[in-house]
């Protein structure tokens, strides 16, 4: 895939104004509402999960995208872990829905719980609402991560805690390495590669390409203390940033590639 260009031609903007917004919007409806009238009878949060993966694939596949996932053994080696990956776009979040195989919860920022439909099903299928800005709060949505790592679900944290504005990674907070370290779970590293040039910050035309999920080797936690976390968060900023280069590296080998979006 090219990179992103600037201006971008008038037939990509055309195309995602005219078709694949309304396309997108529909399906964020149409799922959004199936999702919350599935959470009264769905405790689990199995259904709905489900529908967030459908949801996901289908965005994916709207946007004109294919998506590999490279190192795919390396998200089925725990049963519980915490996985974190660069943050790059909007498009991140469906990226990560429709690749990862199992049902998680994701820390999100609390901006999103207001927003019609997919804060919906933010709020009701358990996810993590996470205020940045109050240090109070963060620790409280921490301790709820704790609980659900502990109760065998797993966590899905994006440590930078915002989009990039360049691509480059940005600081990572520390949340992603604490939770691991207080649940003593594996820590899974996993980078994106092509979302953001798909749909970078501050814009809202797309420009399809390839996407792929990078997952690295998971990095165990056990006998770690929480004042860790500063060398556990660096190591994983560093292992994000090797993997983030284009194909499979690092433990990645492309025998072990999936094509997600042959499943869509």
């Known amino acids: 895939m090219s990179p992103r260009p600037n201006p971008l031609p008038r037939l990509y903007r055309w195309r995602t104004n005219v078709i694949q917004i309304p396309i997108m919007t529909a399906i964020t409806v149409v799922c959004g509402s199936l999702s919350l009238l599935v959470s009264f009878v769905d405790k ?32 089925r080696k725990h049963p ?25 919860r994701i820390l999100a920022k609390k901006e999103l719980w207001p927003i019609a439909f997919i804060g919906w099903y933010l709020d009701r299928s358990g996810q993590i609402p996470i205020d940045t800005a109050n240090p109070r709060a963060t620790m409280s949505s921490l301790g ?96 994000i940033d090797e993997l983030r280069q284009p194909g499979c590296t690092s433990g990645a080998e492309a025998g072990d590639a999936d094509q997600v979006h042959a499943e869509v």
Request: charged share 15%.
């Open 80 to 104: 519980v872990a915490v996985y974190a990956s660069n943050h790059t776009s909007y498009m991140d979040t469906p990226v990560i829905f429709a690749a990862l195989p199992f049902q998680f």
């Open 144 to 239: 709820v991560g704790v609980k659900a790592l502990r109760a065998g679900t797993p966590l899905f944290v994006f440590p930078e805690g915002g989009r990039t504005t360049t691509g480059a990674l940005k600081p990572f907070l520390s949340g992603a390495a604490y939770l691991a370290i207080r649940a003593q779970v594996p820590l899974v590293p996993i980078a994106l590669h092509g979302v953001f040039d798909l749909l970078p910050i501050h814009t809202r035309h797309l420009y399809p390409g390839l996407l792929t999920l990078t997952a690295g080797e998971p990095i165990p936690t056990t006998g770690m203390t929480v004042r860790q976390t500063n060398e556990l968060t660096e190591r994983l900023r560093m292992a």
């Open 44 to 75: 689990s949060g199995r259904m709905q999960h489900r529908i967030a993966k459908a949801w996901a694939r289908a965005l994916v596949w709207s946007s004109g995208c294919s998506l590999t996932v490279c190192g795919a053994e390396n998200l």
